[in-house]
């Protein structure tokens, strides 16, 4: 910045008998208004076609998101690496930037799918960012790989069987691993939306291991994730479905304790009582009425 001031200033002749003004380049004169302002503005940001094409855009018979997002493409809106450049935005990973911006535009996406548009190319696509981005280690970039899990949730419907299955099974090992805690938390959030669709084969070779990593998440989760890893847990119970009774001892203290802790909040408090009733339906033989009466 330094080195552009002084190539500007340099010739310039300094008038010790004049005083310093500001001279504005939008106007000959000099002087500034914001009527010149929002023409020189209006100039940059409008061309003779954009006006048709706005006119046009509006008028398809497509869902307003989707032509929300048109719109946005058109006016160059969308959080792409040229605009996010051009608007002097630092992204340290332009790969998070990338899966922010699929995310952000998910439901668009999937609405565009569901009006009988071709979307075989964007599946392609997306399948490719994720694969790719999965290649990178989750402790090199914790926030990447963070990224992914909650993407490849949103996107779902996007993926192939044989892709999801696969983000499902790192998404469990992550939660088992020693990894960054915001690896876990992405993790958590992906695993509350694929577990329900999971093959049941698939959750019981990894089901011990991820329920007692999730039950220990909770003895130490905060009061912003505790909510979270409750809702994990749940989807985990109801995936593993006989087979959660095999770990029933280790869940059952905690998730009482979880309640007693926080029977004043509704939301934490009723999300420990529907793990407690979803074991319940599993094993009704092990509690009984009976059990808790005086």
């Not at 999937?110 to 280690?137: A, M, N, Y």
């Not at 001892?249 to 926080?262: C, F, Q, R, Y």
Request: charged share 20%; aromatic share 8%.
């Amino acid at each position: 910045m330094t080195a552009k001031f002084m190539k500007d200033i340099e010739g310039l002749i300094v008038q010790l008998q004049r005083l310093d003004t500001w001279n504005w380049e939008g106007d000959s004169s000099g002087g500034y208004t914001v009527g010149n302002a929002y023409m020189l503005l209006d100039r940059d940001s409008t061309n003779e076609n954009q006006d048709g094409v706005f006119t046009a855009l509006w008028k398809f018979k497509i869902p307003s998101k989707a032509s929300f997002f048109a719109w946005r493409l058109t006016l160059e809106g969308l959080p792409t690496k040229s605009n996010l450049r051009s608007r002097n935005v630092e992204i340290n990973n332009i790969r998070e930037a990338t899966l922010f911006a699929l995310s952000s535009l998910s439901e668009e996406l999937l609405e565009t799918e569901e009006t009988g548009f071709d979307t075989s190319s964007l599946k392609h696509l997306v399948e490719q960012i994720f694969t790719e981005d999965s290649l990178i280690g989750p402790l090199e970039y914790p926030f990447l790989y963070a990224r992914i899990f909650t993407s490849v949730a949103k996107l779902s419907s996007l993926i192939s069987n044989g892709l999801l299955e696969h983000f499902l099974y790192l998404a469990m090992k992550a939660i088992t691993m020693d990894v960054p805690p915001p690896v876990k938390v992405g993790a958590c959030r992906a695993l509350t939306n694929l577990l329900p669709e999971a093959k049941k084969e698939i959750v019981q070779s990894q089901l011990l291991g991820l329920i007692s990593s999730l039950t220990d998440l909770l003895n130490h989760a905060s009061d912003e994730t505790l909510l979270m890893v409750l809702d994990t847990l749940l989807a985990a119970v109801k995936a593993g479905h006989e087979s959660s009774t095999l770990v029933e001892h280790m869940i059952s203290p905690v998730i009482l304790n979880v309640w007693a802790s926080h029977v004043s909040d509704p939301f934490i408090s009723i999300d420990a009582l529907e793990v407690l009733e979803d074991l319940l339906s599993l094993v009704p033989k092990l509690f009984r009425i009976s059990d808790f009466s005086p």
